[in-house]
C-alpha cells in the first residue's frame, strides 16, 4: 500500500500523559500536514512542513503540541499533558507541491487517522 | 462567519435521484477548491478538484462562481454507494498559506 499511514490508530490515554503520533506520508510528496477532526466537524489545520521545515502553525496548536519532520520523510506529532479537550480525531495528509499546465495544485491525500480518547 | 460553509444536511434522497450541493467561501483571494468525500469513520478522500471552467467526472459535476463565491457540487442519478459525507474545500492562498480550510459537511444518505 503507498497511501499515507499512521500509527497507532487508536489511542486512549489519561489526563495529563503525553501521546505521540506517527505519520508516513506518501514517498514522493514533499508535504505533510496535521489536521484534527472533531465529530460533526470538517478537518481543522493544525500544521505542515515541506520536506523538513515546519512553515506555518495554527493557532489552534498551544503549546503543548509540537511536531517534527526531521529527515523530510515520516512525522510525529506529540500533545504534551492532554486534556479531555484533545480527544478527536488526528489526521496526517500529504502532497506533491508543484505545477502542471500553467495550473499549480494542492491535492493533498490522508491517512486513515489516529483517535485520540483522553479520559 | 466560517471561512467555507455547507448546509450540514442530511439530503435523503431516493436511488437514481440527482443532488446538488452548494458551499459559499469568504475569502476572495482563494485559489484552489476541492470537494473530498468522507465516509462514516474514516479519512476524507478527494473527489474532484474544483476549476474555473467547470468540470466533470462521470455523474459528479463541480463548478465554480468567483463572483459569488461559491461552489457547487452535482450528483447525478445516486447511488446507494454515493451515501457519504461531502466535504467543501478552500485553498486560500492569501498569506501564502499552503493548508486546505474545510467546510463542515454535507451529509447524504442515499435510500433504496
Known amino acids: 500500500d503507498t497511501g499515507v499511514s499512521q500509527d497507532p490508530r487508536h489511542k486512549i490515554t489519561k489526563r495529563g500523559q503525553n501521546v505521540t503520533f506517527r505519520c508516513d506520508p506518501i514517498?514522493?510528496?514533499?508535504?505533510l500536514y496535521w489536521y484534527r477532526q472533531t465529530l460533526g466537524q470538517g478537518p481543522e489545520f493544525l500544521t505542515y512542513f515541506q520536506n523538513e521545515a515546519q512553515l506555518e502553525k495554527s493557532r489552534l496548536l498551544s503549546d503543548r503540541f509540537s511536531a517534527e519532520r526531521p529527515k523530510g520523510s515520516f512525522s510525529t506529532l506529540e500533545i504534551q499533558r492532554t486534556e479531555q479537550g484533545d480527544s478527536a480525531m488526528y489526521l496526517c495528509?500529504?502532497?506533491?507541491?508543484?505545477?502542471?499546465?500553467?495550473?499549480?495544485?494542492?491535492?493533498?491525500?490522508f491517512g486513515p487517522g489516529t483517535r485520540l480518547t483522553v479520559l | 462567519r466560517k471561512e467555507v460553509e455547507q448546509d450540514p444536511g442530511p439530503f435523503n434522497v431516493p436511488e437514481g435521484a440527482t443532488v446538488a450541493f452548494n458551499c459559499t467561501y469568504s475569502?476572495?483571494?482563494?485559489?484552489?477548491f476541492f470537494w473530498y468525500r468522507q465516509d462514516c469513520r474514516k479519512e476524507p478522500k478527494l473527489l474532484m478538484s474544483?476549476?474555473?471552467s467547470g468540470n466533470e467526472d462521470g455523474r459528479f459535476t463541480a463548478q465554480l462562481n468567483r463572483a459569488s463565491q461559491y461552489i457547487s457540487l452535482l450528483i447525478r442519478d445516486s447511488k446507494l454507494s454515493d451515501s457519504a459525507t461531502y466535504l467543501c474545500v478552500v485553498n486560500p492562498r492569501d498569506t501564502g498559506r499552503r493548508a486546505l480550510t474545510f467546510g463542515s459537511g454535507t451529509r447524504l444518505q442515499v435510500q433504496p
Open positions: 495528509a500529504s502532497s506533491l507541491h508543484g505545477t502542471t499546465s500553467g495550473r499549480s495544485y494542492n491535492e493533498q491525500f
Open positions: 475569502n476572495s483571494a482563494s485559489q484552489s
Open positions: 514517498s514522493e510528496h514533499n508535504r
Open positions: 474544483v476549476y474555473s
